[in-house]
């Protein structure tokens, strides 16, 4: 057995949580600010005069507010020239004034009224006839603009979203280094604690309670934790497995800091690996690096998916989807939302820029026997690309 998997006792494992010493700076207004007035450049170029970002990750992005959407319109109109607006029901005001970030006007509303008025009376107000809408708004925030604007004057807002959040700043990056390494060192515990007949739900408490320790902003944002043939299902089946001798162990997890993710996969063997899991497993590694070293400044994201497929179809995996071979794309951007763009994807040419982040997990699955992922996610800089985390060693080595 590897001296990093199954050396230590859950109480080891235990004694060694305590807060994290080293705190990344939380986002400065000024930072705000220079969201809001980006939005505005960009809307500019856009030829629209107004945008209006729904409660979700785009909101907590401009103004700092990290609430979820809801019936209830909570939203954030940034013309292109005043104070943007908060539009919010009037219960709730006291609540948007402890998290808001920004200075705003504010246009409450009680339960009665039609909040989407109030969005067209600003507009009329402000001159603005033009609309660009969150992407991430409901339909049903669309229909009830719609019942006050001319909804050829709605448009999509993704460019002007995208090309704010795409880049992260180095406060962000700070807040993300932060949220890797403590994931990372939850998924060190976490194979420590392995041992033979340990279950997956045993584990995924243990992992939740390791990131609230650590403080992480709500424990785990997500855990999948899989064993054996469970690790052929990217996302994982449902049911309890138990550890054997010579299985895969594939746990995928993460948790943020101040709203920003870490999600970090590692696969390793409990026991001896057989012949076919260290071939998968090296070319998993392989493929990671592939796309790794496509990546700089310029270069399209679907070139860094072609680059870990390269690596696959030559040795007879794929090609394509196919299996066995990688099922999806080899990376998704990360920061506020989990998944974001840019996507590394075939067809998607969007090309790289310094600031940009994304996973790396060219996944290799096995059908009706294993999958092995590896997970790392990396910032684009202007040489290259930086690993947030290092990556796996061996099969029997997960940690470098």
């Known amino acids: 057995m590897s001296a990093q998997i199954g050396h230590l006792s859950l109480d080891e ?18 930072e705000y600010q220079q969201r809001i007035e980006h939005a505005r450049v960009l809307m500019q170029a856009q030829g629209v005069d107004a945008l209006l970002v729904n409660a979700g990750t785009s909101l907590r992005y ?18 292109r020239s005043g104070e943007p607006v908060m539009i919010c029901p009037v219960f709730e005001e006291g609540s948007l004034d402890a998290v808001l970030r920004i200075p705003t006007d504010k246009r409450l509303w009680e339960e009665h009224d039609d909040p989407y008025a109030l969005v067209a009376q600003v507009l009329c107000e402000r001159n603005a006839g033009r609309l ?5 708004a409901a339909f049903g925030i669309h229909t009830g603009l719609s019942r006050h604007l001319d909804a050829a004057h709605i448009s999509d807002a993704t460019a002007i979203i ?16 932060q949220a890797c390494d403590m994931t990372l060192f939850v998924q060190q515990l976490a194979a420590g604690i392995a041992h033979e007949g340990i279950g ?21 944002t997500f855990c999948i934790v899989q064993f054996g043939h469970a690790t052929a299902f990217p996302h994982g089946i449902p049911g309890v497995q138990h550890l054997r001798e010579g299985e895969l162990a594939l746990i995928d997890t993460g948790c943020t800091v101040q709203g920003y993710h870490s999600d970090i996969t ?3 063997i409990y026991g001896q690996p057989d012949d076919a899991q260290r ?29 870990a497929r390269g690596v696959l179809e030559a040795a007879g995996l794929g090609p394509d989807y196919r299996l066995p071979g990688l099922p999806h794309r080899t990376g998704h951007g990360c920061g506020l939302a989990i998944h974001e763009a840019p996507y590394l994807v075939r067809g998607n040419r969007t090309p790289l820029a310094p600031g940009m982040c994304a996973s790396n997990e060219p996944m290799i ?4 026997s294993f999958g092995v992922r590896l997970e790392d996610h990396f910032y684009v800089t202007e040489n290259g690309a930086q690993w947030f985390t290092p990556p796996s060693l061996a099969i029997d080595r997960p940690f470098a």
């Open 13 to 30: 494992a235990r004694a060694r949580l305590k807060r994290w010493p080293t705190q990344a700076a939380p986002i400065s207004t000024a």
């Open 365 to 368: 699955v096995v059908p009706g």
């Open 266 to 268: 590692r696969t390793w």
């Open 132 to 136: 660009a809408l969150d992407p991430g």
């Open 200 to 220: 997956t739900d045993t584990l995924i408490r243990f992992i939740d309670e390791a990131h609230r320790a650590l403080g992480a902003d709500n424990g785990s």
């Open 62 to 79: 401009f103004a700092g507010v990290p609430w979820g959407a809801t019936e209830r319109l909570v939203a954030l109109l940034i013309t």
């Open 162 to 177: 995208d090309g704010c959040r795409m880049c992260k700043s180095p406060a962000e990056l700070a807040l993300m280094q």
């Open 279 to 307: 071939r998968i497993w090296d070319l998993e590694r392989a493929a990671q690096q592939a796309a790794f070293d496509a990546v700089r400044p310029g270069v399209a994201c679907e070139d860094v998916d072609a680059a």
